[in-house]
């Protein structure tokens, strides 16, 4: 059953339209993100939903009904947000802050019940904030004042969260805990959540629905594996010269365009942050020979300058052995990831033999011994200063 929707709604300012025919159903518990570029209109239809912005055309409803001319405080039971702008009068302590979340449930003198009383102190529990509790609000931190604001939003327990932003500010683990504590409400509580989130790579985690938006249109709106995608990512954001790999949740910088000197062995993860440190340094090379399922594939397809590739699970075939023999003998340097040299590897032990026969140089970062010429180094720091005075 549908709980929440949208229809042909058109939201903007005046006689500015900055986001048409905007459709949404969402059921009860669903978690809705709303992504897009910097401008899109991310907050401004959060802000028409929450009724603090007039909408140009079209209807909100809650099971059916829809949501204009309703009460202030009706409307504060419906729906509890979490907006960037943390407005709160000066003088007040966080405690106070959370409090004014029970305002719809008060009566006319505003006097907290124990329930009321009990409520505000599980929603400080939820977002961690009993440390902050008899704080200044004013006096928080950003990221400490959004928890603070967050807790506000719970404790109001309507059943249509809005929240715009909510883990901007936020630290690592605060954001992880944030999204968790969301996802908890929408699947124990039935809590429906609408939200714009910017972090690319969090939204197929925490949403049910997704709304992707660009020039005054949503572009693609259904389930994140529908619609978050390499390619409709790279459109929206105008990601030229980039690239976002929704698998991983992982964006790269362009690849520099020098001509390569170097062959990197990579796998099973080794590589990835050698590739990083070489691309920096401006340093560019082949890498191989990388299975398709290994995660240095993803970031050497991106950075270098080609990649020898395998299939999965399959010995490394004697024509990719070759290729990438070709090129070692074009190369100054071959780097050794560490990667193991056994089983379906045993190709790029292959290499490192070959490289080591023909006198190419060969620097290491292989803990273990070798019965090759080689150069050990203990960090990728040392090994690519020797590759810099190297080439
Ligand atoms: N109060 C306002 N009056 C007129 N135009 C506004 C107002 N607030 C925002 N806009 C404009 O509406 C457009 C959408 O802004 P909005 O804040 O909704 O984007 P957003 O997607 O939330 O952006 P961001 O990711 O940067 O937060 C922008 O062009 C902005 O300049």
């Given at each position: 059953?549908?709980?929440f929707?949208?229809?042909?709604?058109?939201?903007?300012?005046?006689?500015?339209?900055v986001?048409?025919?905007?459709?949404?159903d969402?059921?009860?518990g669903?978690?809705l993100?709303?992504?897009?570029?910097?401008?899109?209109?991310?907050?401004?239809?959060?802000?028409t939903?929450?009724?603090?912005?007039?909408?140009?055309h079209?209807?909100?409803?809650?099971?059916?009904?829809?949501l204009e001319?309703?009460?202030?405080?009706?409307?504060?039971k419906?729906?509890?947000?979490v907006?960037?702008?943390?407005?709160?009068?000066?003088?007040?302590?966080?405690e106070?802050?959370?409090?004014?979340?029970?305002?719809p449930?008060?009566?006319y003198?505003?006097?907290l019940?124990?329930?009321d009383w009990?409520v505000?102190?599980?929603?400080?529990?939820?977002?961690?904030?009993?440390?902050?509790?008899?704080?200044?609000?004013?006096a928080?931190s950003?990221?400490?004042?959004q928890?603070i604001?967050?807790?506000?939003?719970?404790?109001?327990?309507?059943?249509?969260?809005?929240?715009?932003?909510?883990?901007?500010?936020?630290?690592?683990?605060?954001?992880?805990?944030?999204?968790?504590?969301?996802?908890?409400l929408s699947?124990?509580?039935?809590?429906?959540?609408?939200m714009?989130?910017h972090?690319?790579?969090?939204?197929?985690?925490?949403?049910?629905?997704?709304?992707?938006?660009?020039?005054?249109e949503?572009?693609?709106?259904?389930?994140?594996?529908?619609?978050?995608?390499?390619?409709?990512?790279?459109?929206?954001y105008?990601?030229?010269?980039?690239?976002?790999?929704?698998?991983?949740?992982?964006i790269?910088?362009?690849?520099n365009?020098?001509?390569?000197?170097?062959?990197?062995?990579?796998?099973?993860?080794?590589?990835?942050?050698?590739?990083?440190?070489?691309?920096?340094?401006?340093?560019?090379?082949?890498?191989g020979?990388?299975?398709?399922?290994?995660?240095?594939?993803?970031?050497?397809?991106?950075?270098?300058?080609?990649?020898?590739?395998?299939?999965?699970?399959?010995d490394?075939?004697?024509?990719?052995?070759?290729?990438?023999k070709?090129?070692?003998?074009n190369?100054?340097?071959?780097?050794?990831?560490?990667?193991?040299?056994?089983?379906?590897?045993?190709?790029?032990y292959?290499?490192?033999?070959?490289?080591?026969?023909?006198?190419?140089?060969?620097?290491?970062?292989?803990?273990?011994?070798?019965?090759l010429d080689?150069i050990?180094?203990?960090?990728?720091?040392?090994?690519?200063?020797?590759?810099?005075?190297?080439?």
């Amino acid at each position: 059953m549908i709980f929440f929707s949208t229809r042909d709604l058109n939201v903007g300012y005046g006689q500015r339209t900055v986001v048409k025919d905007i459709n949404m159903d969402l059921k009860r518990g669903e978690i809705l993100c709303l992504l897009g570029p910097n401008g899109c209109g991310k907050s401004t239809i959060l802000k028409t939903i929450i009724d603090h912005i007039k909408r140009l055309h079209g209807s909100i409803t809650v099971l059916g009904r829809d949501l204009e001319g309703s009460s202030l405080k009706d409307r504060a039971k419906e729906m509890s947000i979490v907006l960037t702008e943390k407005i709160a009068p000066n003088m007040m302590i966080a405690e106070e802050v959370v409090a004014t979340g029970r305002y719809p449930y008060t009566n006319y003198f505003g006097k907290l019940t124990k329930r009321d009383w009990q409520v505000i102190d599980e929603a400080i529990d939820i977002v961690d904030g009993q440390c902050l509790r008899y704080k200044e609000f004013k006096a928080l931190s950003d990221g400490e004042k959004q928890r603070i604001m967050i807790a506000r939003a719970i404790c109001q327990e309507a059943d249509i969260m809005v929240l715009d932003e909510p883990t901007s500010y936020l630290d690592i683990r605060f954001k992880v805990d944030l999204l968790n504590v969301l996802a908890r409400l929408s699947l124990e509580k039935s809590k429906t959540i609408i939200m714009s989130l910017h972090e690319i790579d969090l939204v197929p985690k925490i949403a049910d629905k997704v709304m992707l938006i660009k020039d005054g249109e949503i572009y693609r709106y259904g389930t994140p594996e529908d619609v978050i995608t390499d390619e409709s990512i790279k459109r929206v954001y105008g990601l030229n010269g980039y690239s976002y790999n929704t698998t991983i949740g992982n964006i790269e910088l362009s690849r520099n365009e020098n001509s390569p000197k170097v062959f990197v062995i990579g796998g099973g993860g080794k590589a990835t942050k050698i590739y990083r440190a070489l691309n920096k340094k401006g340093i560019g090379f082949y890498s191989g020979i990388l299975f398709k399922n290994d995660i240095d594939y993803n970031i050497s397809k991106i950075l270098a300058y080609e990649t020898i590739e395998e299939e999965g699970f399959i010995d490394i075939g004697y024509d990719k052995v070759d290729k990438a023999k070709r090129y070692i003998e074009n190369c100054q340097a071959v780097v050794d990831s560490g990667v193991s040299l056994k089983g379906i590897n045993r190709g790029n032990y292959e290499l490192l033999r070959f490289a080591s026969q023909e006198g190419v140089k060969i620097l290491s970062l292989r803990e273990e011994e070798m019965d090759l010429d080689v150069i050990k180094h203990f960090s990728i720091s040392s090994l690519l200063n020797q590759l810099v005075d190297m080439i």
